[in-house]
């Protein structure tokens, strides 16, 4: 729960935040990639006893994980939402894959995904892409992507789960598809004439390094499921890199005024999803350092919002 006061003459008034607001575990605590179940449970504790957050985003946890912090989610309220981003960005699953046997490899291993976090109680999973085959390729990359959407979707209807798809960068670092926020919106338009049950994801963190800003997200006002903010990484040679630093560090691009930025479009568009803190710890921080710092950047930011 967040909320910001304000004076209005002699009185004083609370300002609640209005959308919720949620958090990738697995990138604030990396150790939950490498299904370290202490880790899981450690940093799930944490999060659920923290009033600030309603959702929590974990990776698709092995079973043993998985029952050390099942209790902790149900005790305490919080929603999950399943990230399998890693499957698509790590793993190599290309649900955007010109070749249909690969095609069919993702499909069938994102299936397995969205039945194993239905089974949990999941009911939004998010995924990226798959890699840009370059401008020769790329529309036929499309046309997969649509069709594995549209599967994956018809599956996650009959689950009652939401499937969303992330945008990413194309040119800098996870070169991914999907890509610019316009050709995203086509994407998913296109699923959504069969399926309501499908979205996006856009995340403040890549708009650097797609040349895209807050108002951009205009485009895609009523296909929005959720969002990201964090910061994308500047290399002292001026490359970008999407390695979410905490705010303020060496190199981290966005800030308050950026924040600030993206939450007059999302209340502009009328946005309902939840808001969501993607940042990394670097060598050297404590995980819940750049968890803390970026809760006081979103403070920051819907203060001055308001005020």
């Known amino acids: 729960m967040l909320a910001v006061s304000i004076r209005t003459g002699k009185s004083i008034h609370l300002v609640p935040f209005p959308w919720r607001i949620s958090i990738v575990a697995f990138m604030a605590n990396p150790l939950l990639i490498k299904d370290d179940a202490q880790a899981a449970r450690e940093t799930v504790e944490v999060l659920a006893k923290d009033p600030f957050f309603d959702v929590v985003e974990l990776n698709l946890l092995g079973d043993e994980a998985w029952r050390s912090v099942e209790p902790l989610l149900k005790s305490s309220g919080l929603e999950v939402a399943a990230g399998l981003q890693p499957m698509t960005l790590a793993q190599g699953f290309n649900p955007s894959s010109v070749n249909e046997d690969e095609r069919r490899r993702a499909v069938e291993a994102l299936s397995q995904a969205i039945k194993t ?68 919106v086509e994407v998913v338009s296109e699923v959504r004439q069969s399926f309501e049950n499908v979205g996006l ?75 969501g803190f993607e940042v990394k710890p670097e060598e050297g921080q404590f995980w819940r350092e750049v968890v803390e710092s970026a809760k006081g950047v979103l403070y920051t930011a819907f203060a001055r919002v308001v005020q």
């Open 201 to 275: 994801l856009w995340d403040l963190s890549h708009a650097p390094m797609l040349g895209e800003k807050p108002a951009d997200l205009k485009l895609a006002k009523g296909l929005l499921s959720h969002i990201h903010i964090g910061c994308a990484k500047k290399l002292p040679d001026g490359k970008l890199v999407d390695w979410h630093p905490g705010f303020y560090r060496p190199g981290a691009v966005n800030g308050v005024e950026d924040v600030s930025d993206l939450l007059k479009v999302l209340a502009e568009i009328e946005y309902s999803g939840a808001v």
């Open 117 to 184: 976090a239905a089974s949990r109680g999941v009911r939004r999973v998010a995924f990226s892409s798959g890699a840009d085959p370059g401008s020769g390729n790329r529309e036929a990359a499309k046309d997969s992507l649509v069709k594995s959407l549209r599967e994956l979707a018809g599956l996650g209807s009959k689950l009652g789960v939401e499937v969303i798809l992330e945008t990413f960068d194309r040119d800098w670092d996870k070169r991914q598809l999907i890509g610019p926020i316009r050709e995203a």
